[in-house]
Antibody, heavy 122, light 107 residues
Framework: QVQLQESGPGLVKPSQTLSLTCTVS??????????WSWIRQPAGKGLEWVGR???????NYNPSLMSRVTISVDTSKNLFSLKLSSVTAADTAVYYC??????????????WGKGTTVTVSS | DIQMTQSPSSLSASVGDRVTITCRAS??????LNWYQQKPGKAPKLLIF???SLHSGVPSRFSGSGSGTDFTLTISSLQPEDFATYYC?????????FGQGTRLEIK
């Protein structure tokens, strides 16, 4: 059974870089039928897609975050990572990692991590 | 960006009711539409993919329909465990977007 687990600091100071890792167990992160995403959710609000990475290394980011976000994959460790620079209080949220599976040409997020809360505060 | 608008934003219903939630895209997304259920403090769970395909393990009382810009999620007979927030998501664009959510509450 595939599982995703987010890890990283729960508290980040303003202007610093938020760094999170999503470790994948039970399947290979290298399969080309998947891509890997980060989604965040401020307290009491809706879901915001942060970005994704394909196993080829190709990435797409939310334009509202594009200048600050980097997603990378480490196939040797079966994990992918998120870095968000110059954080402010507006980046405080629960951060989820998710796997998207392909059905013909469409994708859907069928496996999610439990989420990790990141607070930006001095 | 493709904007996804759900209606209603919140809904009160009783166990056994039939409930429909609507999601409208700002442009055609063909059938690149997924539905998720989220309970407080938990990660979202996939219900429906490709507008109308039921994800494995999801009860058959959930169904999805629509294409182009208008989509619906229907729960045929509400069960106590269905009270949650529901999100639609489009994956037509390389910029993935979610609807704002529909909170389904017990009447």
């Amino acid at each position: 059974q595939v599982q995703l687990q987010e890890s990283g600091p729960g508290l980040v100071k303003p202007s610093q870089t938020l760094s999170l890792t999503c470790t994948v167990s039970g399947d290979s992160i290298s399969s080309d039928v998947y891509y890997w995403s980060w989604i965040r959710q401020p307290a009491g609000k809706g879901l915001e897609w942060v970005g994704r990475i394909f196993t080829s290394g190709s990435t797409n980011y939310n334009p509202s975050l594009m200048s600050r976000v980097t997603i990378s994959v480490d196939t040797s460790k079966n994990l992918f990572s998120l870095k968000l620079s110059s954080v402010t209080a507006a980046d405080t949220a629960v951060y989820y990692c998710a796997r998207a599976s392909r059905n013909y040409v469409q994708y859907y997020m069928d496996v999610w991590g439990k989420g990790t809360t990141v607070t930006v505060s001095s | 960006d493709i904007q996804m608008t759900q209606s209603p934003s919140s809904l009160s219903a009783s166990v056994g009711d039939r409930v429909t939630i609507t999601c409208r895209a700002s442009q055609s997304i063909i059938s690149y539409l997924n539905w998720y259920q989220q309970k407080p403090g938990k990660a979202p769970k996939l219900l429906i993919f490709a507008a109308s395909s039921l994800h494995s393990g999801v009860p058959s009382r959930f169904s999805g329909s629509g294409s182009g810009t208008d989509f619906t999620l229907t729960i045929s007979s509400l069960q106590p465990e269905d009270f949650a927030t529901y999100y639609c998501q489009q994956t037509y664009s390389s910029l993935i977007t979610f609807g704002q959510g529909t909170r389904l509450e017990i009447k």
